[in-house]
């Protein structure tokens, strides 16, 4: 059973355009939704995060929208860059669980 | 300066075997996590532990076991490994107290199984 289903596997993403990754969850005690960037022989890092009293957040090229009627969220990476080329996992916590359920992952390829 | 760090980064080992892997934080954080990255790159949540209180995911096997000398650090012992244990650790940790819980990860330790 899987809580936290990501989408797509991987994407190219021309440099200059805008690159979106969407997760959706299934348990909706769930209140703390993380995104982390891991590249190649390193730790995931977190990226930017949201809790579900609001629907969009801003971090510089980063903005996670989050729909909790729909159960989901997405991050969308503005003016992507190749320094952005990495894995992207989407994640969540709540329900009295202190440890992250992630999505599976999205290997993201930018192209200049 | 690194806040979360592990020791091997990395372990190739045989069948059978029994081994360790160290992990400190020096964030002041009271909550310690073990991950489990396989092959494919999934993440997987194995224990979650704070202040003595160890919370394992049913579907460790019971030949993983955490032990934490203090609230900087959280060792992960592995007995009699097999094959399907080579897979990526990470260690986390987290301030239970603040408001968004963040979780930071050390660099990983790759474990191989022969």
């Known amino acids: 059973q899987q809580q936290v289903k990501q989408s797509p596997q991987s994407l190219i993403v021309q440099k200059g355009g805008i690159s979106i990754i969407n997760c959706a969850y299934e348990n909706t005690a769930f209140d703390y939704f993380p995104w982390y960037q891991q590249f190649p022989g390193k730790g995931p890092a977190l990226l930017i995060a949201?809790?579900?009293?609001?629907s969009e957040k801003k971090e510089g090229r980063f903005t996670i929208s989050f729909n909790k009627s729909a159960k989901q969220f997405s991050l969308h990476i503005m003016d992507s860059q190749p320094g952005d080329s990495a894995t992207y996992f989407c994640?969540?916590?709540?329900?009295?669980?202190?440890?992250?359920?992630f999505g599976k992952g999205t290997h993201l390829i930018i192209q200049p | 300066d690194t806040a979360v760090s592990q020791t091997p980064k990395y372990l190739v080992t045989q069948m059978g075997n029994d081994k360790s892997i160290k992990c400190e934080q020096n964030l002041g954080h009271d909550t310690m996590y073990w991950y489990k990255q396989d092959s494919k790159k999934f993440l997987k949540i194995m224990f979650s532990?704070?202040?003595?209180?160890?919370?394992i995911n049913e579907t460790v096997p019971n030949r993983f076991s955490p032990k934490s000398p203090d609230k900087a650090h959280l060792n992960l012992h592995i007995n009699s490994l097999e094959l399907g244990d080579s897979a990526v650790y990470f260690c986390?940790?987290?301030?239970?107290?603040?408001?968004?819980?963040?979780?930071?990860f050390g660099p990983g330790t790759r474990l191989t199984v022969l």
């Open positions: 532990y704070n202040n003595k209180e160890l919370i």
């Open positions: 949201i809790r579900p009293d609001v």
């Open positions: 986390a940790s987290s301030k239970r107290t603040s408001i968004y819980n963040e979780q930071f």
């Open positions: 994640a969540a916590k709540g329900g009295g669980a202190d440890g992250l359920t």
